[in-house]
């Protein structure tokens, strides 16, 4: 969850009790198991093992592509285009 919403190494070390080191090191097992290079890999892998339906993954790939390529876009932004 704490991947998911974003937090930092140290505000997840904080919220569970841990050091930063056993977070990094926790966060690179999962990263290894899952064949991620990084947190947003990590979550994309998590929802496909999750919801395996393929339509369901392809989708949320396709939108935070989308988001990736067009930082500005009104999802990250709160305003809409124009």
């Known amino acids: ?10 505000e997840i070390a904080n919220t569970v009790h841990l050091s930063q080191q056993s977070v990094k090191a926790y966060l690179g097992k999962m ?3 899952f064949g991620a290079a990084n947190r947003l890999q990590l ?3 998590l929802t496909r093992e999750i919801c395996p339906e ?3 993954f392809d989708r949320i790939s396709n939108v935070l592509n ?3 390529q ?3 876009d009104s ?6 285009r124009g």
């Open 66 to 68: 989308s988001h990736q």
């Open 31 to 33: 990263l290894r198991r």
């Open 75 to 80: 999802c990250f932004t709160g305003r809409t």
């Open 43 to 45: 979550v994309l892998a």
């Open 70 to 72: 067009d930082p500005h």
């Open 1 to 10: 969850m704490h991947v998911l919403s974003g937090s930092s190494i140290k």
């Open 54 to 56: 393929d339509n369901l």
